[in-house]
């Protein structure tokens, strides 16, 4: 495929073995090819170590998880995008209970808003990270319809395109629909079942190369996510990036 984005790894796939050997790990993340890497927040050892690293192993940074930057958060969340040099971070999660009604997605969309406009004054754009609970239909609307109309334009989107299939709606449409608003796209795989283990990337259900072919002049990167698997994460990690590379679908450093 022409026009391949670089492939980079959310790290949070290896939260628990980056606890117990931070350096160890990443090295072994830079070996397999990968071009950069997403953190995840409070990186073991402290995201400024953990930026060095990184720029010892020339794995660029892609762009950060960070809490929703309120009050409370504000601080945290420019520190992080300071420590990696970033000028866009991603609000990973909101709680399920946020996206039960309509009237709860347009507060949503406000705080997002109103966040980003904070955000911004920093010189931080600010995107939005989705589960499963995002895209459904309320009242006869899909919630992406009602977030794509709120959000002020400044605010992107980074699509989880496995969540998005499991929440029941079309991922290849889905990111038509959201377009250049979705720089950034998680790819991951599996059964589809909420209650399953993932894949490696390519070894489940997910219309992958349809995926990347739909955001081939939209996404900016295609970032691997496994949330958990069954048997060796590293190795699925490894098994992802191979069959993203060798069918031509992203562009990785070996």
């Known amino acids: 495929m022409s026009n391949m984005k670089p492939v980079a790894l959310q790290l949070y796939s290896l939260r628990d073995a980056l ?3 931070f350096e160890g790990i990443v090295r072994r993340v830079a070996a397999m090819g990968y071009v950069g890497v997403e953190p995840y927040g409070g990186m ?9 690293l990184f720029q010892e192993l020339k794995l660029e940074v ?3 998880h960070v809490p929703f930057p309120d009050e409370a958060n504000l601080d945290s969340a420019l520190a992080e995008a300071e420590a990696f040099d970033l000028s866009r971070v991603v609000v ?3 709680p399920e209970t946020e996206f039960a009604t309509l009237d709860a997605v347009k507060g949503v969309c406000e705080r997002l808003n109103r966040a980003s406009e904070t ?8 995107g939005y990270h989705n589960h499963w609970w995002e895209y459904k239909e309320l009242e006869g609307q899909a919630t992406l319809d009602v977030m794509l109309s709120e959000l002020d334009d400044e605010v992107f989107l980074e699509i989880d395109t496995y969540w998005v299939q499991v929440g029941g709606l079309d991922a290849v449409e889905v990111v038509k629909q959201a377009g250049q608003r979705a720089p950034l796209i998680h790819l991951k795989d599996g059964s589809l079942s ?7 990337v ?14 081939a002049e939209t996404a900016e990167w295609h970032i691997v996510e496994i949330d958990r698997c069954d048997g060796d994460m590293l190795q699925a990690l490894h098994d992802s990036y191979r069959y993203l590379t060798s069918n031509n679908l992203v562009r990785g450093r070996v």
């Open 19 to 21: 606890e117990k050997d």
């Open 202 to 215: 390519g070894a489940g259900k997910m219309p992958v190369p349809a995926i990347v072919e739909a955001t």
């Open 92 to 94: 990973a999660y909101m």
């Open 119 to 126: 955000m911004r004054a920093n010189q931080v754009q600010l």
């Open 62 to 64: 892609c762009n950060s």
């Open 44 to 52: 073991p050892g402290g995201s400024r170590n953990a930026a060095d």
């Open 194 to 200: 909420l209650d399953d283990n993932m894949t490696a």
